[in-house]
């Protein structure tokens, strides 16, 4: 005969007959190491690449071209782009010293904060004042957070033929004023972590050398 009592078998996880703990929690230390010695295994270390240079320099597509090749070694990577910076985190600012600088320190928060978080952050930002750049540094140093800067040293010659965005003609028809490097100043890195001539190379190879840099520091 079946019996038909109210007596059921247990469904949750098994009980252990000398503690009374499941079975399942007595045996998640071993999965926790596993798991810790599979990450400890695929450390990755973020770091921000500021790309610095004059406005139509090669910046900005030197950083994505180089993002891809990052992503394709599932490295997580963040461009920071400067125009959308100016839309959605520094809208209302001019384009005055002390406006310059307020964004360029905004930028720098982000990138730092995300390079110490195992990301990536290229920040193809023109940046144009020492001054800003140094203060930058000096916060990623603080946090003991990596940070290499780039010079796309560009001749304003070779940029205002490219003149992506316009802004050249625009400044030569007095339609524009305080472009950097033409009515406004720039003031060039003096000691870089890599300077790129980016008229003499291709992108890719502009890519590459930024690449590089990243392996001989250990981060890439």
Request: aromatic share 4%.
């Amino acid at each position: 005969m079946t019996a038909t009592g109210t007596h059921t078998e247990p469904t949750g996880p098994a009980v252990t007959a000398v503690t009374g703990v499941p079975a399942a929690v007595t045996h998640a230390p071993q999965a926790t190491t596993a798991t810790t010695a599979t990450q400890e295994n695929h450390v990755t270390t973020g770091a921000t690449v500021w790309l610095t240079g004059l406005p139509s320099a090669g910046k900005t597509t030197i950083a994505h071209e180089l993002a891809g090749r990052l992503r394709e070694e599932g490295r997580r990577v963040e461009v920071l782009d400067g125009d959308e910076i100016r839309e959605f985190l520094s809208a209302g600012l001019g384009f005055g010293r002390e406006d310059r600088h307020t964004n360029v320190q905004r930028i720098g928060f982000v990138a730092e904060l995300l390079a110490r978080h195992g990301v990536l952050a290229l920040v193809p930002v023109i940046a144009p004042y020492a001054d800003s750049r140094d203060a930058v540094r000096k916060r990623h140093q603080e946090h003991g957070t990596p940070y290499l800067e780039v010079h796309v040293a560009t001749p304003v010659e070779v940029c205002s033929v490219r003149d992506v965005k316009g802004l050249y003609a625009k400044q030569a028809a007095g339609e524009l004023t305080g472009l950097t490097g033409v009515d406004d100043p720039y003031e060039e890195p003096e000691a870089p972590d890599l300077r790129i001539e980016s008229q003499n190379q291709t992108v890719q190879e502009s890519a590459a050398s930024v690449y590089a840099l990243l392996s001989e520091r250990g981060l890439a």
